[in-house]
Structure formats: C-alpha cells, structure tokens
C-alpha cells in the first residue's frame, strides 16, 4: 500500500452534522433499511444506563449503545438525557454517533446523535406499524410535542395513508404550533384539548413523551387501534394504563430490552396484568416472519420500544453511504 493510500484509509474521520442526517435519511428509505437490518441481524450488547445525579435533586442519564456486524462496520451511541435542559434553552436528549471501520476500528464518521436517533426512532415506530397498522389507517394522533413529534407523523405517513393528524399536548401552545407546522406540510392537522376523544376517533395513536403516569387509558381504543408507544425508556415510565396492554396484542422492538426497560411492559408484568408469554414478538420476528403481524381489521394492536444500537447502526451506515 503506498503511503498516499494508507494516508486515504486512516484519514481524519468525517463530521456529519444533523442538517446532512435529515436530509439523506428519508423515511422509505431508512424504513427499508431497519428491516433488513432486523432481518439480518447485528451484534448488539446490552447497552449500559448510568444515572448522574443532580444537584436540584433527580437523576440525568448516560446511555452507551455499542453495534457491530460481521464483516461490517462498529458504531457507539453516546446520549444524555438531562430532563431540566428546557429550562436551559436546550433540548432533553443530546447525543453523538461514532462510526469506525470493521476491519481496523480507526474512526469513520463521527454523526449528529440527537438527528440519527430521531429519524431511527420514528422508523421503527413506522416499521412496526407497516405490520402492525391497518392498511386504510389514515387519523393519527401525536401525544407529545417535543422534538420526535414531527418526525413520527413524516414516518408513518410514509407507511400509511395518514390524512389527519391530532396533536395533543401538555402546553396547548406547542400542540397548536406543531399542528400548524404538519398542515404546512398538507395534512389535516389541529390542536387537541380532549385526548380521551382523539384517541376514540383515531387509527393510530403515538405516544412520545417522558411521562411517568399513564396518559393514554386502554378504555378509549376503538376496534382496529394500533398504538405506539415511543418515549419511556426506563420501568418507571408509563404512557399508558394495564387496560391497553390487557386489551391488544402485544409487540415490541426488542424482547431484550423492552422487557427489562419499558414500564408499560415492566409493570404490568410484575402486577401480573400480562405474562411475558403475552408478548407476541418483536422487529426481529416480524421482519423476518417467523410471527404474524395484525391478525384483522378489528384486532387492537400495540407497540413498545425503547431502542436499539441496531436501528443507530444501520441508520448510521446510510448516512455514511449517502453523505
């Protein structure tokens, strides 16, 4: 190997910004490749959660989420979720994506984490829906209004015919924004006060907020409701009650990680609501089909996930290919 080619091959890795990561990671296309990757496989250890404690009291949270393929590319997600950051002008989850070479581990990529994991994030949400969701689903409701809410509604009207779009919010005043923005973009959108008639109307319900009390109640589902269920990512977080889970059929990302780390599964396994049997499968199962996705028309259908160091990966390869 000359010394100009080795200097190519070790070169300084490159800086991706999040404005790059929006614009190639279109939703077909990064849907598209979360599925293969599912099908495929990767190595994915268990990712590792450190607490940080504050000192107006509460916990931030260190996450590292390490990924590799065979013959393929190594990457690390490093995400802090500080939840005070609003009051600082700065959002809840920052993160940064390291991508380095399979074969020598010298740095490829270093990527805007908060933009990859955003567009992952409402991938996989739309990646189960494409098994999960009605086919004529087209009224959805958004519950949340932080930084994935956009995203989530792109994405699954990338799999579903989506038409109308309700947001609802804590603060009316971000629902209203956010509806304001998705009808700019041609859908149906407007602001909700009443979540417990949004969500009797809708096809598909998307839950992405970091509450800790159930929001979405299982009583208002209507026959044919898919659910999704985005923003807890640890046992003490709840987006909806037993009466959901005890109702749909049940399906996750991963079994590994949301079994031990998504209170609306974790407690209502301990309470006994579900068994883990109740669990039907995961993305792995259903990209793979070796499970089947919605049974019928009027089947209640309902999705956890907490994320995975796969999604991060094979959204981080099609940046690179693309960038």
């Given amino acids: 190997m000359s010394d100009d080619a080795e200097d190519a091959r070790f070169a300084p890795p490159r800086m991706i910004d999040a404005a790059a990561v929006e614009r190639v990671l279109d939703f077909p296309s990064l849907v598209a490749a979360l599925a293969a990757a599912f099908r495929e496989g990767r190595e994915v250890p268990l990712r590792h959660h450190h607490p940080i404690p504050q000192p107006t009291g509460g916990d931030a949270m260190l996450l590292l989420m390490p990924a590799w393929s065979r013959g393929g590319a190594v990457g690390i997600k490093i995400v802090t979720f500080y939840p005070d950051n609003g009051a600082r002008g700065l959002p809840a989850v920052l993160g940064t994506y390291l991508l380095l070479d399979g074969e020598t581990g010298a740095p490829r990529a270093v990527i805007d984490g908060r933009m990859l994991t955003l567009r992952r994030t409402a991938a996989a949400s739309a990646l189960a829906a494409s098994y999960l969701a009605r086919p004529d689903a087209r009224r959805l409701v958004i519950v949340g209004t932080g930084a994935l809410a956009p995203h989530l509604v792109r994405a699954h009207a990338a799999v579903r015919p989506v038409r109308e779009v309700a947001v609802w919010g804590r603060r009316r005043d ?12 041609g859908f149906a959108a407007t602001a909700v006060d009443d979540l417990a008639a949004a969500v009797r109307a809708a096809d598909l319900v998307s839950c992405a907020t970091p509450s800790d009390e159930p929001l979405v109640q299982g009583a208002w589902l209507s026959p044919g409701t898919h659910l999704d269920l985005v923003g807890g990512f640890t046992p003490a977080m709840r987006e909806a009650d037993d009466e959901a889970v005890r109702r749909a059929r049940v399906y996750v990302d991963t079994r590994a990680g949301a079994l031990h780390e998504a209170g609306d599964l974790v407690q209502p396994l301990r309470a006994g ?16 089909g070796t499970v089947a996705g919605r049974g019928s028309p009027l089947e209640i259908t309902y999705f956890k996930s907490v994320g995975t160091a796969l999604e991060d990966l094979a959204a981080a390869e099609l940046v690179v290919a693309r960038t």
């Avoid at 579900?274 to 993305?283: P, W």
Wanted: aromatic fraction near 4%; charged fraction near 30%; hydrophobic fraction near 55%.
């Fill in 174 to 185: 971000r629902a209203a924004a956010l509806a304001r923005t998705r009808a700019g973009e």
């Fill in 273 to 288: 609501v579900i068994a883990e049997g109740d669990v039907v499968g995961d993305l792995f199962d259903l990209a793979a």
